[in-house]
């Protein structure tokens, strides 16, 4: 039935499509008769409102969005809804003077915007069709338009407004339980949840809200630690919506914390839990409080880089509504914060963060964008090396205003110096799509930028974009992961061009895809995709309940590199066979087996969806879900998943930073660090000298035990870099064999008879190595 | 406002913070000196009548000086375009009694390396900077999961032990933000 089903789709697609290109087209010519100037991507934000005519028609309708989802519908409703309406149109179109001559043709110029968002709109539609089961279809929609009429309020805080709103409503109209319902989601929302579980309760005596407001009741609860009463009102939920799994899963998590079910729930409300409890060869236990970096940070970008060149591991997390937070590794086993007066501390509602070494210092910077959800601004930090970093933004060259959702760094001409790729997502619901960008770096601490240059084109969402050299010529190679749509691979061409390969490479398929690594995960010496997936709650449910997403649902994947550039898309034959709601993850080999294994961050804007960070273990053939069963915990909410050897000594801490989106959904980093040294090891960091000097895009193949394992150095892919520090698991092997270093230069480095569980510094073209900690 | 010179620019645990010289919502001129008479230290914290999280640290503060009488309390409201007419309004409605100061153009914000609300610090009566960060972490005092940062600091302070944790970070909400400014989305 699927392909049934492929062959409309491609087709409504690419009509889709060409309907989209036409009518961008007589938009343009339009705005060559009018004298109107070619749009440009916005550097700031838009203080005065949207300036071009898309922009206000999205902008009007994310309006109206908001208008229909919280403007009660009876009574002296029409009257409001009317003034509400012509609110948001003069702000949507207050920029707009009709007396100018520029703006002659707008009323055609208004249709064929209209035109181009329903085209849009039908295009992520389509797309949202091919990746959600049919049955979860509507609910997906439902989340969908929650989160994204939220978003700017939230962000904004307006939720007083929001909260004012509701209770001046209540006063007219105490018994509208429905409204007081929204109250109580708002407030939790809010992380108010004393008062949510008040008037909760109050709507629940209200048949006609009962079953919702029981089910926000024990989140609410569940979330001020009044954890009996959330089983109550969870179990009286599951008794008004017998087949409501959110509830079901809601009141499980309320037993894990309650140490077991309380004798009051019936059999028939319980349910166990059957993923995550495969054999793990190392257990971790969380040492974030013991180290002190256990902070609150919304579940936003962290990553692990060693900021003032001592040798230690520090670690660098972005908070939703504060500052970054920076922690200095102090070599004994604890960290220190030391934030304030860093200047990071300046930089509120960070998201992701990239590491690279932009100007070749040696001293790695950052850049940091926010938001992905909603625009935002973006700023590079110039690291001052002791110990401060310097907003240099405007002076590079690099002033954005958009949806972005990853930066990534890579020396995409291997000229030597750090070009920087920006993936942006949607800023909105009707939003256009704001285009991906590519930044060249100039080497005088400027950039330019590239993008239609390299031939690099922009037709869905994206959510990750991360670079790789897939067909070992020496150059990277882009992959932009789609948020909704086809996957897209770019090859890089050598002369600063790229030419999207995805159809003849196989990477055809829609997903709902998040962030993705290259990695090779098979050390076959083919760098290999491994895309993650964000699944609908319903299909984690059912993932927890019997150890694999339900048919028919999209699993986190592997694009496997056959060497011949084509990929095969592999998933459930390999052991991915779960559905979570993954927003992040990476790579890392924490049981030193000589595979790579997975961290998966999972979650969703949603209050009442809480679900665990997942580690996949790699035997060799298979990934196997070992989360609970090697210690790690039963919920969470997160973006930042990485890992790295953080005291030198083979053992690969996981880090989550963890929480989420709205103000009340707040949780600590939490750091699990494997309780023993699962095997040998040896960690290898490379510093460039005519190649970019963090070694972004440098190969290694490191040869143990019979055994070859490549890896391949990052500039970031996720929502945080991992270490440039590229840690190798060697099992039970006594001694490496050899080590190769192709640099992104070109130059080819052997080292051979090298001891194991060491860590291992090596400078371009030097015949020896240095060791970064004192032993 | 009056400023005087930062003591130490990176405000250093240990050291002495910045004085500020401010004016509270009734119309009284306070520093840190005015909130440090005859007592062994104070708490200082960073607030908003529109933050979501200070409102729930309401009762607590309401109760701090009979709870700690040795130590004086004051908010300081920071959060950009908040008016001391709204925070009059919302102190009344809301019946709080610790003082509120309102920090045009959130200065003091910025010289004490403040982005969010609410974010406290301990000083003893010399200003020296004894803990700095959240008061608790987030979660509610049920919870299982509860850790409260500025009580033990506190309790620890008075009892004249070494603090045990002097920093730990803060979450909340942003003082200034550009999300402030954008045309308003209700």
């Keep these: 039935m699927n392909s049934l089903f492929e062959i409309p789709a491609g087709i409504m697609e690419r009509g889709l499509f060409t309907m989209d290109t036409a009518l961008k087209a007589a938009q343009s010519a339009l705005q060559v008769i009018t004298g109107q100037e070619r749009l440009q991507p916005l550097q700031a934000p838009p203080l005065a409102g949207p300036a071009d005519i898309d922009t206000a028609v999205a902008d009007f309708a994310n309006r109206l969005a908001r208008i229909v989802r919280f403007t009660h519908w009876d009574g002296a409703a029409p009257g409001v809804a009317f003034r509400e309406v012509t609110s948001a149109a003069r702000r949507s179109f207050g920029q707009f003077d009709l007396r100018d001559p520029h703006n002659s043709a707008f009323p055609v110029q208004l249709a064929l915007s209209f035109g181009t968002l329903f085209v849009q709109q039908g295009l992520r539609l389509l797309a949202a069709a091919q990746v959600v089961r049919p049955s979860e279809y509507p609910r997906f929609l439902t989340d969908f338009f929650e989160s994204f009429t939220d978003a700017p309020?939230?962000?904004?805080?307006?939720?007083?407004?929001?909260?004012?709103?509701?209770?001046?409503?209540?006063?007219?109209?105490?018994?509208?339980?429905?409204?007081r319902c929204e109250l109580g989601r708002t407030q939790i929302k809010c992380g108010l949840h004393e008062q949510a579980a008040k008037n909760l309760l109050q709507a629940a005596g209200n048949a006609s809200v009962r079953g919702l407001a029981l089910h926000e009741t024990a989140v609410a609860f569940y979330r001020a630690g009044k954890l009996e009463q959330a089983a109550q009102a969870g179990s009286q939920a599951l008794d008004v919506s017998p087949g409501n799994e959110?509830?079901?899963?809601?009141?499980?998590?309320?037993?894990?914390?309650?140490?077991?079910?309380?004798?009051?729930?019936?059999?028939?409300?319980?349910?166990?839990?059957?993923?995550?409890?495969?054999?793990p060869t190392v257990e971790?236990?969380?040492?974030?409080?013991?180290?002190?970096?256990?902070?609150?940070?919304?579940?936003?970008?962290?990553?692990?880089?060693?900021?003032?060149?001592?040798?230690?591991?520090?670690?660098?997390?972005?908070?939703?509504?504060?500052?970054?937070?920076?922690?200095?590794?102090n070599g004994d086993g604890t960290f220190t914060d030391v934030s304030v007066g860093s200047g990071l501390d300046t930089c509120v509602n960070g998201f992701i963060i990239a590491v690279g070494d932009y100007n070749n210092d040696g001293y790695p910077d950052l850049f940091i964008n926010r938001l992905g959800f909603f625009p935002g601004e973006a700023q590079l930090?110039?690291?001052?090396g002791n110990g401060t970093f310097t907003d240099v933004t405007r002076e590079a060259g690099l002033k954005v205003w958009g949806p972005a959702f990853s930066s990534t760094w890579a020396d995409y001409d291997?000229?030597?110096?750090?070009?920087l790729f920006i993936a942006n997502n949607l800023g909105g619901m009707f939003d256009r799509k704001t285009p991906n960008r590519l930044f060249h770096n100039n080497g005088d601490g400027t950039f330019t930028e590239t993008t239609e240059q390299a031939g690099l084109s922009t037709r869905w969402p994206t959510i990750g974009a991360t670079w790789g050299d897939y067909n070992n010529d020496g150059f990277p190679d882009l992959f932009l992961s789609n948020a909704l749509g086809h996957s897209q691979l770019y090859r890089n061409n050598g002369d600063g061009t790229f030419t999207d390969v995805s159809a003849e490479a196989g990477i055809t398929e829609y997903c709902i895809g998040s962030t993705s690594v290259w990695c090779d995960y098979n050390n076959d010496g083919l760098l290999d995709i491994l895309q993650f997936t964000w699944s609908n709650h319903e299909d984690v449910i059912y993932t927890l309940r019997h150890g694999e997403g339900p048919?028919?649902?999209?699993?986190?994947?592997?694009?496997?590199?056959?060497?011949?550039?084509t990929f095969t898309l592999r998933d459930r034959d390999i052991g991915l066979t779960g559905c979570w709601g993954t927003m992040s993850g990476n790579v890392g080999d924490f049981n030193n087996d000589g595979n790579l294994d997975i961290v998966l961050g999972n979650g969703s804007p949603r209050m009442d969806r809480l679900e665990p960070p997942i580690l996949l273990q790699n035997d060799g053939k298979r990934f196997h879900n070992v989360t609970f069963a090697a210690g790690l915990p039963f919920t969470g909410k997160g973006h930042g998943a990485n890992m790295a050897d953080l005291f030198g000594n083979g053992r690969l801490s996981v880090l989550l930073s963890s929480g989420g989106a709205y103000p009340g959904d707040v949780m600590t980093t939490r750091v699990f660090y494997p309780k023993r040294l699962p095997g040998n090891y040896l960690n290898v960091r490379l510093a460039g000298v005519k190649s970019?000097?963090?070694?972004?895009?440098?190969?290694?193949?490191?040869?143990?035990?019979?055994?070859?394992?490549?890896?391949?150095?990052?500039?970031?892919?996720?929502?945080?870099?991992?270490?440039?520090?590229?840690?190798?698991?060697?099992?039970?092997?006594?001694?490496?064999?050899?080590?190769?270093?192709?640099?992104?230069?070109?130059?080819i480095q052997h080292f051979t008879d090298l001891q194991v569980n060491d860590t291992l510094s090596f400078t371009e073209g030097e015949r020896t190595w240095q060791r970064p900690y004192k032993r | 406002?009056?400023?005087?010179?930062?003591?130490?620019?990176?405000?250093?645990?240990?050291?002495?913070?910045?004085?500020?010289?401010?004016?509270?919502?009734?119309?009284d001129q306070v520093n840190l000196q005015t909130v440090l008479s005859r007592k062994k230290g104070a708490v200082v914290v960073f607030w908003s009548g529109i933050c979501s999280h200070c409102v729930r640290y309401d009762g607590y503060f309401n109760g701090f000086p009979r709870q700690y009488p040795e130590l004086g309390i004051v908010a300081v409201a920071s959060r950009e375009k908040e008016t001391p007419e709204q925070l009059r309004a919302i102190a009344a409605d809301r019946r709080l009694t610790f003082p509120i100061l309102h920090d045009p153009g959130s200065r003091a914000a910025n010289l004490w390396f403040t982005q969010q609300t609410p974010r406290v610090f301990l000083i003893d009566n010399n200003r020296v900077l004894c803990y700095r960060g959240a008061i608790d972490n987030f979660k509610y005092p049920q919870d299982p999961e509860y850790v409260a940062y500025l009580d033990p600091a506190i309790r620890q302070f008075l009892d004249g032990k070494p603090i045990s944790r002097t920093e730990t970070a803060s979450f909340g909400c942003a003082i200034q933000s550009v999300y402030y400014n954008l045309p308003k989305a209700l």
């Design chain 1, 381 to 384: 930090f110039r690291n001052n």
């Design chain 1, 414 to 419: 291997c000229d030597g110096r750090l070009d």
């Design chain 1, 284 to 329: 971790f236990e969380d040492i974030a409080a013991k180290i002190g970096v256990d902070k609150t940070s919304a579940g936003r970008g962290l990553a692990v880089f060693d900021y003032n060149n001592d040798g230690l591991l520090d670690i660098v997390i972005a908070a939703a509504h504060a500052g970054c937070n920076l922690y200095r590794n």
């Design chain 1, 153 to 179: 309020v939230f962000l904004s805080l307006e939720y007083r407004e929001l909260l004012e709103k509701y209770e001046a409503r209540l006063a007219e109209r105490p018994d509208d339980d429905a409204t």
């Design chain 1, 246 to 279: 959110r509830v079901r899963h809601w009141l499980w998590l309320t037993a894990q914390k309650m140490g077991g079910y309380p004798e009051f729930v019936p059999q028939e409300h319980r349910m166990e839990v059957k993923a995550g409890y495969e054999r």
């Design chain 1, 551 to 565: 048919p028919g649902s999209k699993p986190q994947r592997i694009y496997h590199n056959n060497g011949d550039g």
């Design chain 1, 692 to 747: 970019n000097r963090s070694a972004i895009g440098a190969r290694i193949c490191l040869e143990a035990g019979g055994k070859k394992q490549y890896r391949e150095v990052s500039g970031g892919s996720s929502f945080g870099c991992l270490p440039f520090e590229q840690h190798f698991g060697l099992a039970d092997a006594q001694k490496v064999d050899a080590i190769q270093i192709r640099w992104p230069s070109g130059l």
């Design chain 2, 1 to 27: 406002m009056s400023l005087q010179p930062p003591v130490n620019s990176r405000q250093d645990i240990g050291r002495p913070v910045a004085d500020f010289q401010l004016t509270t919502i009734a119309g």
